[in-house]
T-cell receptor, first 110, second 115 residues
Framework: DAKTTQPTSMDCAEGRAANLPCNHSTISGNEYVYWYRQIHSQGPQYIIHGLKNNETNEMASLIITEDRKSSTLILPHATLRDTAVYYCIVLKTSYDKVIFGPGTSLSVIP | DVKVTQSSRYLVKRTGEKVFLECVQDMDHENMFWYRQDPGLGLRLIYFSYDVKMKEKGDIPEGYSVSREKKERFSLILESASTNQTSMYLC??????????????FGPGTRLLVL
């Protein structure tokens, strides 16, 4: 069973920041938070991950609360190509099986 | 960039046929995985391998087998395809965990239709 909860869907205006929340209240101390996205009919694409510090890369920023029970993925300037289902998961090691919940279906609107 | 490739994007097979799905990764990763993804059921792990010639069953191995003769290649075999194996098949790879939160990288997927 997925150990995270996310809103089912969100809309975002093109060019604006998209903020996607995720709750992981049962996360343990050695589990990382990962974000993937899946564009229709394609394989999941890794976006970013973090343990407790905020992280930023060329795709997105990840803000993790101090208690680590929730996080927010930020796409700073959403484009139409960011329309996808976004999955937040927690993993301890790189060989744990990946379990996706329903994710958040993000629609970027022109 | 990590690249995981799968031999076919779309495949149509008949019931009873033997089906081979190939996955190749170019990053010298130790771990490789086969999942299937179905609407409403999410991602389910079929088999994984953490080294050449090593394999471990995942949650739904029945009706499947795997082969890992070379580090970069992980094959999924449907011994006798059935209609309930119609699905999206996803291959993933990851390096051995180095304590820095390594992740799994996915291929583009193979949509298999069994008639």
């Amino acid at each position: 069973d997925a150990k995270t909860t996310q809103p089912t869907s969100m809309d975002c205006a093109e060019g604006r920041a998209a903020n996607l929340p995720c709750n992981h209240s049962t996360i343990s101390g050695n589990e990382y938070v990962y974000w993937y996205r899946q564009i229709h009919s394609q394989g999941p694409q890794y976006i970013i991950h973090g343990l407790k510090n905020n992280e930023t890369n060329e795709m997105a920023s990840l803000i993790i609360t101090e208690d680590r029970k929730s996080s927010t993925l930020i796409l700073p300037h959403a484009t139409l190509r960011d329309t996808a289902v976004y999955y937040c998961i927690v993993l301890k090691t790189s060989y744990d099986k990946v379990i996706f919940g329903p994710g958040t279906s993000l629609s970027v609107i022109p | 960039d990590v690249k995981v490739t799968q031999s076919s994007r779309y495949l149509v097979k008949r019931t009873g046929e033997k089906v081979f799905l190939e996955c190749v990764q170019d990053m010298d990763h130790e771990n490789m995985f086969w999942y299937r993804q179905d609407p409403g059921l999410g991602l389910r792990l079929i088999y994984f391998s953490y080294d050449v010639k090593m394999k471990e069953k995942g949650d739904i191995p029945e009706g499947y087998s795997v082969s890992r003769e070379k580090k970069e290649r992980f094959s999924l075999i449907l011994e006798s395809a059935s209609t309930n194996q119609t699905s999206m098949y996803l291959c993933a790879s990851s390096p051995s965990d180095a304590g820095v939160g390594e992740t799994q990288y996915f291929g583009p997927g193979t949509r298999l239709l069994v008639l």
